[in-house]
């Protein structure tokens, strides 16, 4: 979603901006803007779309100073336009804002500034923001943000620049992701880590209700109160490369790529090589025994791991496991109590929703857990206890190495749980230990023909809609396989259970339909087959993910595994067939339409 950075240092403020908002287009935007303070006044421009629209405008109207702000929107309330994207400012352009996340009570602050004579320009919830601090500015600049923070309802996360305070830099952050970037005569605000590590690694990560004062003088951190609050360094142990393309031409592909090497990280980063068994056990045993129930929460692809993550633990644990799409997980009314175990699932670690989750539950579950890729997210700072996906970070919109991650994290939870209640012994769990450790080669050997699914996704570029068929270990990976394809090449694309076909999904099918099957799982492969005839005698072409080869279907095959384990191969095909359809189609592979990396509102 949006993003934010600011600056305070020696250098072109603009250049340390624009690379800022370079480095967080991944996040999704329709729209880019700087504000830049010098002397009395504050230079602002802003553009509709791409970057490359702001980096003319400043070719035509240079801008200097020594601190500034700046602002990739996602529009959420007003169409993308100039006059909507960020910064917004005052009337005399003496202050100026960008913000994250959404004003609730924006209407209503509108219309008590309005009476106050405030005039109002934008369709956005955010330009009261700017205003109302101008309204309650008496001699400093971070009072007045204080002060209007007591006042907006919703979330945020905030940077402000003004010219009546030259030399300041104030941020504050409550629901929406800021962290400070510490560098040696210069500091940083941003909201995510990629955007300042062409500078720095070393940041403080704000929680909610904390602001951030940065002057010449350095980094001051206060609560609402205005006491000092002391925190620690946080070192990022992402490497510049992590945020760049390397050799490939989208960071999807190079994502797709480092799947083997991201399976081994997340295994080892729990198990010690030596032993081939776990570092240390994480479940209690008492606490385990008394755990009835276990929700695995997530959003998007994080809720289809979930969906393998239920079925490992329900195989090898033992334990009755929903899961459920967070955004509806927070309005229902899940029976949750002390023998609860609530667990969420993030790349980000900041999906609103996700996160609403962790706020509903905690206290009242017996613990909630996340499962992130992001360290220092809000759900890593959040959650009881928290199990980090070893992914590095994750660019392209399209998630696929953090899944691949979520799976094998789930499956190592699974077994650790089944350990912990007895029904696995240390050999038993050494033994599914060492069949996860053979999955980054076979991940290879499914890279290897990469060539071939290339060409595959040539003759499947120009179809208006594609069935995604699995059953048992294979459905939840059909409904990825869906996902995936569906958002970077906007074909439509629907998954079912292949059970479900002759419930109704099979009226759709006709001569010459596509049918993507996924038959990794062995133990139920002849009744997918049997659906598949089905769909074939009324003229409908099988391509299947599958380890053996089938005459009849058009195959892509995988190594074999145990079945419990196939998501993590079965998967790896479908993310090189979406990437490659939508490179045939000429499509933005890493940045698709409407869509953004993280999704920090509701
Ligand atoms: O950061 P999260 O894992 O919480 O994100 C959840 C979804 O927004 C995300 O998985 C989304 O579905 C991806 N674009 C799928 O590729």
């Not at 208006?464 to 059953?471: N, V, Y």
Request: proline share 3%; charged share 25%.
């Amino acid at each position: 979603m949006c993003g934010i950075v600011g600056y305070l240092g020696k250098r072109p403020v603009t250049d340390v901006l624009v690379n800022g908002l370079s480095n967080l287009q991944y996040r999704g935007y329709d729209s880019a803007g700087v504000a830049v303070v010098n002397e009395n006044c504050i230079s602002i421009v802003k553009k509709e779309g791409k970057l490359e629209n702001l980096e003319s405008a400043l070719e035509s109207t240079p801008v200097s100073g020594c601190v500034g702000i700046a602002h990739t929107r996602w529009a959420t309330h007003g169409k993308p336009s100039d006059i909507n994207s960020h910064p917004h400012y005052n009337a005399d352009k003496t202050i100026a804002v960008v913000h994250n996340g959404i004003i609730e009570n924006y209407k209503e602050l509108k219309a008590f500034l309005a009476e106050k004579g405030y005039e109002f320009y934008s369709d956005t919830d955010t330009e009261v923001i700017p205003k109302l601090i101008d309204y309650l500015y008496e001699d400093n600049i971070e009072t007045a943000v204080m002060k209007a923070t007591d006042m907006l309802k919703g979330s945020y996360a905030l940077g402000v620049v003004s010219s009546k305070d030259n030399n300041k830099l104030v941020g504050v952050r409550k629901q929406s992701p800021l962290i400070v970037g510490i560098g040696e005569n210069e500091n940083f605000i941003a909201s995510d880590i990629p955007a300042i590590l062409d500078y720095t690694t070393d940041v403080y990560l704000l929680d909610d209700n904390e602001f951030v004062i940065i002057t010449d003088e350095g980094i001051k951190i206060v609560d609402r109160n205005n006491n000092v609050i002391e925190k620690a360094i946080y070192k990022v142990d992402w490497k510049k490369e992590n945020v760049s393309k390397g050799n490939y031409e989208h960071y999807m592909l190079k994502e797709i790529h480092e799947q083997p090497e991201v399976t081994k990280n997340t295994l080892d980063s729990v198990i010690d090589q030596n032993t081939g068994f776990f570092r240390k056990i994480t479940f209690d045993k008492e606490m385990l025994s008394n755990i009835n129930r276990i929700y695995l929460v997530g959003c998007g692809t994080a809720y289809h791991a979930g969906l393998s993550g239920k079925m490992a633990i329900e195989t090898l644990a033992r334990i009755p496991v929903e899961t459920d799409v967070a955004s509806e997980f927070r309005y229902r009314n899940p029976i949750v109590d002390s023998n609860t175990l609530v667990i969420v699932i993030s790349q980000s670690g900041e999906t609103a929703d996700t996160l609403e989750a962790v706020r509903k539950w905690k206290g009242k579950a017996a613990a909630v857990i996340g499962i992130t890729n992001v360290i220092g997210s809000s759900v890593s700072r959040e959650c009881d206890k928290v199990f980090y996906t070893r992914a590095g970070a994750e660019i392209s919109v399209a998630s696929t190495k953090a899944y691949v991650a979520q799976l094998t994290l789930l499956y190592l939870v699974a077994i650790e749980m089944a350990y912990t209640k007895g029904i696995l012994t240390e050999e038993e769990s050494k033994e599914y230990i060492s069949k996860l450790y053979q999955l980054p080669k076979s991940i290879e050997t499914i890279l290897d023909s990469e060539d071939r699914i290339a060409a595959l996704a040539e003759e499947l570029k120009d179809e208006q809609s594609l069935i995604f068929l699995g059953r048992d270990y294979d459905y939840p990976v059909a409904l990825e396989g869906a996902l995936k394809v569906k958002e970077i090449t906007y074909i439509n694309c629907t998954g079912y259970a292949a059970g479900e076909l002759k419930h109704g999904p099979i009226a759709l099918v006709e001569k010459g339909t596509k049918i993507i099957a996924v038959c990794g799982s062995m133990r139920i492969e002849e009744k997918t087959h049997s659906n598949l005839r089905e769909v074939m005698t009324r003229g409908a072409e099988i391509y299947c993910v599958s380890s053996t080869e089938h005459k009849e279907f058009t195959n892509i095959v995988i190594s074999e595994t145990i079945d419990l384990f196939t998501p993590i191969l079965t998967v790896v095909p479908l993310q090189l067939l979406s990437y490659y359809i939508a490179k045939h189609k000429g499509l933005n592979v890493d940045m698709p339409r409407n869509l953004a990396k993280s999704v920090t509102v509701e």
